[in-house]
């Protein structure tokens, strides 16, 4: 979608968090499933994808390029398995050891990776049913000069949340497990509406998929 010449629009998928909760479970469910490491983002949707793979694909159709933010090995067991499955889907795979610290550690370290960006959508990769229509009209609402811009659905603010390149020293700055809130009230929104109920829904169990 960019035009030569121009910043690119950097996707930042956050694939890092060690989601302990689905793992916890996942062992005292599925114990002779360890062929994913009780990882949930590898653990398989209804369509035989992986929870990843979805929140990517819907990324990955509103921006330039996908950065995937994922932990390393010392971190997860699965890091390796979930950034392969990554790489084949087009994203540029960033170990982030800081990550452990909280999720702001994680964009802090995507937006250092792609400095010269016009901006960046974030998206958490435990969020499978966010639609591609969704992230492109929050890309759209970038592009036409918001500061920082966020889905909402039934009066709910979701994901992905985009950011324009003003908000780039503070996003340098992120660290702890808040990740971007504290710009959501530093800068001013815009609010995009969208019937997409996906810019909400996470996975913390294994029942959340089904």
Not at 40 to 57: E, F
Not at 94 to 123: D, K, N, T, Y
Not at 131 to 142: E, F, G, Q, R
Not at 176 to 199: F, I, M, N
């Amino acid at each position: 979608m960019n035009t030569a010449g121009h910043p690119p629009l950097v996707g930042l998928l956050l694939a890092a968090g060690r989601g302990s909760r689905f793992s916890a479970a996942a062992v005292e469910s599925e114990r002779d499933r360890a062929d994913w490491g009780h990882c949930k983002l590898l653990a398989q949707m209804a369509n035989g994808d992986p929870v990843c793979v979805a929140s990517a694909r819907a990324l990955a159709a509103s921006v330039d390029r996908v950065i995937a933010l994922i932990p390393s090995i010392d971190d997860a067991p699965w890091a390796d398995g979930l950034g392969a499955v990554l790489a084949i889907q087009g994203c540029i795979v960033l170990p982030c050891p800081s990550a452990r610290l909280g999720m702001g550690h994680s964009i802090a370290a995507g937006v250092m990776a792609s400095s010269a960006a016009a901006g960046w959508l974030v998206l958490p990769a435990d969020m499978p049913w966010v639609s591609i229509d969704s992230c492109h009209k929050v890309a759209d609402t970038l592009a036409m000069g918001a500061t920082i811009a966020a889905p909402v659905y039934q009066d709910r603010r979701g994901h992905p949340v985009g950011f324009s390149r003003d908000c780039r020293a503070d996003l340098l700055k992120l660290e702890g497990d808040h990740g971007a809130r504290s710009l959501l009230l530093s800068y001013p929104v815009t609010e995009v509406p969208v019937e997409d109920a996906g810019v909400l829904r996470d996975i913390d169990l294994p029942t959340d998929l089904e």
